[in-house]
């Protein structure tokens, strides 16, 4: 029964208790009404009492387990909850961070949905889960039925790994798959969907053969939430784009205001902004003609019948291409070259990380129906940057760091996506889709007077700039260390006044820069922690948080191996011992990053 419809009449409460009921979930979502229900059940259960139809034995239910490191899993693992409770379907969604790993022995109906990180590294969250499947510790699941959904991004060499390990240890274990795992590329929503439609049909068959089916009888999902989000983006207005690095840097490098207006939308620090972009119509324009097509033509993206100029603009990616597209391209232009490369994995995945869809093109010739060409694209991501702003301090605006992605190709100068819409292309007042994405693997300790580390060379200095603000606007006593990095003092040093007026108030208690080139020698942040190795194992043993914002590739990497230096000298640990140091760090959260 809904609950809208519950009368005295019909239940065991009065009809101020009904009212009270009716108010207190009016406005919960199907989630928030899903834990509600979970939670009044243990209740129920811890006073002895019984739900009516489960008197015998729990529930059979559905669990749904993600991990995610930038909300992709997640957003997909919502929608799959919201889908398996408007079957019906008893539905418990849990983060992988919050699953009691043991309890995997008492599921019998398991969907997981998971992204991969790193090298082909499970997300932060997911560690210690896919650390307890892969051990000896794990237990025999017989009784289980499963399947995984993996996301991943194909230009990677260890494409879906996490997802991939996850399903191939339950199978090992013993686990019967009800549907053979998706692996999705960056554009999963179509893949996503259709895994989602057929997991979901098979776990409600077996589990209504399961002795102890049971059903929910939660209002459909459908109820649209307020809550702006990835599908769902809010329009801001870009306030701001001022390039803050110097005439002569070899990086553009912009502060970015956007203004939230009346949205609502909140932010923590630490959080990063999803930002849909348009593509240059110049570089559209330049493919179309290339392609000997014309912009008019119309092309079918999913619903919608839209001129071939506006499906490049808005719906695909030019600025990125993939394996699989530079694959048929090779087929269709028949270049030598091209074919040369789609034969090697490894020189397929070089080249198509380093070309865009124009370079691509330009190889060589080929005739391609516009449909044809469409469906061979990737469809467009937005893309995230790391909020550089405290609410407290800025109020319904967001600020960014954007680094422009400016490179040459042959004679040509070739612009990112998103970084060239923001950084290049977009006037004041232009309109921007936004939403956040929430970070729950990056944030300030929850103690004011915790000592913080910060390392965050390049553009990763943005979410320091919001930690400091939100230090300083609560007044939180904990120290605050600072290593920045970049190529010059003069041209590339990122808000080199408010640093500088952080540390005469006291609110920054050290500040180390390298500039690497500066002088004959490269100079990086990871020698700067090296020349304070005692200083920094002590503010490390004072239970100081360490965090780390920017390159993924090399920087997070060298700033790791040089914070095992200084443990094992430090600390005279072995080198085996400082990697569980960190290890225990960073499982007590306090050895955070935010790297890309
Ligand atoms: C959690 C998170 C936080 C982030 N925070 C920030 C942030 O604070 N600031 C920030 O600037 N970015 C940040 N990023 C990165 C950001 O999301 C984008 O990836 C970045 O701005 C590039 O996107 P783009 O659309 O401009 O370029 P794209 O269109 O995605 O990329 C252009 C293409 O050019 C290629 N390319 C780039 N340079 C060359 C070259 N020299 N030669 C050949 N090919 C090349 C690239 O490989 C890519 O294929 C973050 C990413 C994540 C995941
Ligand atoms: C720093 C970084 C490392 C990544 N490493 C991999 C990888 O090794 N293999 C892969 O398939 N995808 C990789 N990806 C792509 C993500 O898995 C993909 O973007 C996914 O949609 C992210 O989902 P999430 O937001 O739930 O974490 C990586 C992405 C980032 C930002």
């Known amino acids: 029964m809904l609950l809208k419809e519950l009368s005295s009449l ?68 919502e929608e799959l909850h919201s889908a398996a409770l408007a079957k019906e379907i008893n539905a418990e969604l849990v983060n992988v961070t919050d699953y009691k790993a043991k309890s995997l022995k008492n599921e019998t109906h398991l969907l997981i949905v998971a992204s991969t990180n790193g090298e082909g590294e499970p997300p932060d969250d997911a560690i210690a889960f896919h650390e307890f499947l892969s051990s000896k510790k794990a237990p025999k699941l017989d009784k289980l039925h499963y399947s995984v959904l993996a996301l991943g991004d194909s230009s990677y060499e260890f494409f879906c790994q996490t997802g ?36 979901l049909s098979e776990i409600k068959q077996t589990l209504a053969s399961a002795p102890s089916a049971s059903v929910v009888s939660l209002p459909v999902a459908g109820g649209a939430s307020s809550q702006y989000n990835k599908k769902n983006p809010y329009t801001a207005s870009l306030s701001v784009s001022q390039k803050i690095t110097g005439r002569d840097s070899a990086k553009d490098v912009r502060h970015v205001e956007i203004d939230l207006g009346e949205s609502g939308l909140q932010y923590q620090v630490g959080d990063a902004l999803g930002v849909w972009f348009e593509n240059d119509r110049e570089l559209a324009s330049q493919i179309i003609n290339r392609l000997g097509l014309s912009e008019d033509q119309l092309v079918q993206v999913e619903e919608q019948a839209l001129s071939l100029l506006d499906a490049l603009v808005e719906k695909f990616e030019l600025t990125q291409t993939s394996p699989a597209f530079v694959e048929a391209w090779a087929n269709w232009s028949g270049s030598k070259k091209l074919a040369a490369i789609v034969a090697s994995k490894e020189k397929l995945r070089e080249y198509a990380a380093n070309h865009q869809v124009i370079d691509v093109l330009l190889e060589k ?136 007026g952080y540390l005469k108030s006291g609110l920054l208690s050290k500040l180390d820069v390298a500039f690497s080139r500066d002088q004959a ?75 890309y």
């Not at 207190?24 to 209740?43: F, H, K, P, R």
């Not at 948080?545 to 430090?570: P, S, T």
């Open 365 to 500: 010739k080929a005739k391609v129906a516009a449909q044809e060409f469409v469906n061979a694209l990737r469809k467009l991501t937005p893309r995230l940057y790391s909020i550089a702003s405290a609410q407290a301090e800025v109020e319904e605006e967001v600020h960014l760091t954007v680094g422009v992605v400016r490179y040459q190709q042959g004679d040509e100068y070739r612009l990112g996506g998103a970084s060239g819409f923001l950084g290049a292309r977009a006037e004041e007042g232009a309109a921007v889709k936004v939403f956040v994405e929430h970070n729950d693997n990056f944030r300030l300790p929850n103690n004011p007077d915790t000592p913080v580390i910060m390392v965050g060379p390049g553009t990763g200095i943005a979410p320091f700039r919001a930690f400091m603000q939100q230090r300083d606007a609560s007044n939180a006593q904990g120290k605050n260390w600072l290593f920045f990095g970049d190529q010059t003092y003069t041209q590339d040093f990122l808000y080199q006044t408010e640093w500088q």
């Open 164 to 199: 991939k390990d996850f399903d191939q240890r339950l199978a090992e274990l013993g686990a019967q798959r009800v549907c053979e795992r998706v692996d999705c590329d960056v554009d999963y929503d179509e893949a996503a969907a259709d895994w989602t439609e057929q997991a």
């Open 521 to 595: 020698e490269k100079i990086y942040v990871q020698d700067r922690l090296k020349e304070n190795a005692a200083e920094v194992y002590q503010w490390l043993e004072e239970g100081a948080h360490l965090y780390i914002c920017g390159d993924a590739n090399r920087m997070a990497k060298d700033v790791h191996q040089a914070l095992i230096e200084i443990i094992v000298e430090q600390g005279k640990q072995s080198p085996d011992q400082a990697e569980e140091y960190l290890k225990q760090l960073r499982s007590a959260k306090r050895y955070q990053k935010d790297v």
């Open 10 to 77: 019909a239940s065991p409460l009065s009809d101020q208790q009904v009212q009270l009921l009716q108010k207190a979930t009016a406005e919960l979502s199907v989630t928030q009404l899903a834990w509600v229900s979970g939670y009044l059940a243990g209740i129920g259960q811890s006073a002895g009492l019984q739900a009516p139809q489960a008197q015998t034995q729990a529930a059979a239910k559905l669990t749904i387990l993600y991990a995610s490191q930038t909300g992709n899993a997640k957003g997909v693992a």
